[in-house]
């Protein structure tokens, strides 16, 4: 399976004694854009930072171009997360850094190129993110989609093999979004990035996405191609895609009987 | 970073070495002065008092040492007293006499050390480090005084 | 009976826990020392940020507080005809004592709480998350500098502090009271020693490593909200303060007696 990057076998990960994840299986296709998608609070973001190593599962292999991640030692782990990159839903811009700065940090801190060589590369990536204007400004001064596209231009600068976007199209306006389902997209075939995106956002993901997982009650519910995602029958995906309220998956966080706690009055 | 940086660390760190260096000169002068600028004297008292080691040796009012070391003698259980004598000042006879005095009414004990002459006829040299200066005069105790002083009333 | 001592041993594991991760921290801090490639700069505006920026408040404090001291010393030191040790008084107080003590209590609360406060927003940002994928060590990008400018800073700053205090306390003592000059120099002279100096210098080293590493330890380990910052803060200054204070008896009882 050489066409693969990631693959994740039988993981499970319990947060304290909550189990997120039991047993899940997934593959991430090298150069493609691949989805995951699922109601807010299964532990999305939790993937991604399972498979930068950022956390450690209860049991399971994530193999990343054929390295068992849990099991690296720090500084070998530290050489992987060279080639990958992560797009954090707040961006996560260095404050007390110019935009500039930003994305000039990862290539000052792992190569050793002369200034004038880092002043090239970071134009270059903030020209693909439309911000070689703003490249003096502070991250103060950016609006929301205007510091992702900055972190994105970060996440990037090294030229990374796979990228992971946490929520990259929440809180943003209905252009911003656009733009950055583009720069997805643009960024992915031209450069022959692998990508995950983790969204709950069904129709920009639908839009770019080469493969879906659908993840749910900690378990894959469903996968597939986009258009093989619209065919599914299964009552849990169809209540996703279409954004029904209530369906398999609970309006009401698991509790009591109602009536029993309005008039058990012992909380 | 800016300029304005660095010159504000720069300013920064010298004024806190300065501090250093005229704490250690112009507020504690006495400590580099005795360091290892000096050699030693013994004597022999009947009572120190209140001697401290670290106290004052004085001649004329004027600090020329310290005392380092407090002991009691073996056989004759009197105390013998370490002089710490700064460098310079040793030119001192062998008829220097020592007396424990008192600064104030209540204030710290020192040593005051009055230089005799030297006189070669006599065969009175100059003390060499690790003498024993012979001519000493006990501390006074204020309750041993008050004792005579009550003595001598009732006697007249 | 059984859930008491449940209990008990949870908050005793739980503390131990926190030890260690506080071990883990200082000790990556102190392995990772700044470099003078890449860890220069880095450390050169820590030490802007840690300490240009505490000297107005240790300067303004140290300067009242050797006046104040001067005052004291003076009106009780006068009943005795004892003015002329008013130099030793004010100058040994604030070289064993007040100039370590006041200047790491200060410190905790002008720089430690920045401190805190500034790496537990990092945290909540993500900051140090991204920094970790982006295959940058936060303890030794983060961390590590502000650990050293710390250490670094608060010796100068209590020196400094020292200093001034003793000037404060000459112009009170000297230009107002009217001691005169050379008594009040010569008698400090005498009686403060050098070892003096390298005391409270202990003191304030002492006094920077646990100022510093538990500002950096809370702001690293805090929830990652605004109030997990907030309470983060609170206890850094809290913590921080009683353990200089608890420190500095331990240190006097070992040098002073």
Redesign the interface.
Known sequence: MSDTLVEIKNLTFNREERCIYNGISLNIPKGKVTAIMGPSGIGKTTLL?LI?G?LKPASGDILFAGQNIPELSRSAL??I??R???L???G????DMSVFDNVA??I???TKLPENIIEKMVMMKLEVVGLRGARHLKPSELSGGMARRA?LA?AIALDPELILYDEPFAGQDPISMGVIVRLIKDLNDALGLTSVVVSHDVHEVMSIADYIYIVAEQKIIGQGTPDEIRAQQSPLVRQFIKGEHDGPVPFHFPAKDFKDDLLGGKL | MSKKIEIWVGFFVALGIAAFVSLALNVANSGIQGGDNSYQLYAKFDNIGGLKVRSPIKVGGVVVGRISDIRLDAEDYLPIVTLDIYEEYNQFSEATSLSILTAGLLGEQYIGLEPGFVDEELGIGILQPNDYVEDTKSAIVLEELIGQFLFSQSED | MIKRFGQLGHTTLELLAGLGRALIILLSAITHMPNIRKGYPLFVKQVYSVGVLSLIIIIVSGLFIGMVLALQGHGVLIDYGAEASLGPMVALSLLRELGPVVTALLFAGRAGSALTAEIGLMKATEQLSSMEMMAVDPLRRVIAPRFWAGLFCMPLLAAIFSMVGIFGSHLVGVVWLGVDQGTFWSVMQGDVDFADIVNGTIKAVSFAFVVTWIAVFKGYDCVPTSEGISRATTSSVVQASLVVLGLDFILTAIMFT
């Open positions: 930072r930068g950022q530290y050489e997360r060279k990958i990159s992560m954090f839903q707040s996560a811009l260095f404050t940090f990862p000052r801190e792992h972190a970060r």
